[in-house]
């Protein structure tokens, strides 16, 4: 069996869009972390469980694993700056940034949604952590939001598909 380079392997999965969140935490050592992810989606309806990756050696994991509770703040199509700070190294990544306390962990100001967790289980899974969670509380934001989406290495939004086209 040959090995898989890469560069292909991202180009060839940045086919398929993937919603962007930012996971938020209270840090017990101090204030809000947070940091941005687009490999998130649900596991199980019953018990409520989702599921993230984080790279290993991750800054910001620590904070967020000694926390226990986390929060996943759906971003709208509006926050690609969001996406782009959250993923930033070396930075006040909440400079500037809006957002409210909540049980969790930090919700940001005009999500999509906002998802309370509690890690549940943690899985190596090569140079990631796959992180389980369980679903602790569910927010909707504003009905006519629209998802921030990852697609082949740009950021863009969800449309609808029309028929007439």
Request: proline share 7%.
């Amino acid at each position: 069996m040959g090995t898989i380079d890469a560069t292909r392997f991202r180009q060839t999965l940045g086919h398929l869009p993937t919603g962007v969140v930012v996971i938020t935490a209270t840090d017990p050592l101090g204030g809000p972390v947070g940091m941005a992810c687009n490999s998130f989606t649900s596991v199980s309806l019953d018990p409520a469980l989702v599921l993230f990756c984080v790279k290993r050696g991750s800054s910001t994991w620590p904070a967020v694993q000694a926390a226990g509770a986390f929060r996943v703040n759906v971003l709208d199509r509006g926050h690609e700056h969001l996406s782009r700070q959250f993923a930033a190294r070396g930075v006040d990544r909440f400079a500037g940034v809006r957002w409210t306390p909540a049980p969790s962990g930090p919700r940001l100001t005009d999500v999509v949604a906002s998802i309370g967790c509690e890690v549940e289980a943690e899985h190596p899974g090569g140079d990631h952590v796959i992180v389980v969670a369980r679903v602790l509380s569910l927010e909707i934001g504003e009905p006519a939001a629209e998802p921030l989406v990852f697609h082949r290495g740009r950021y863009g939004s969800f449309a609808e598909f029309d028929p007439a086209r």
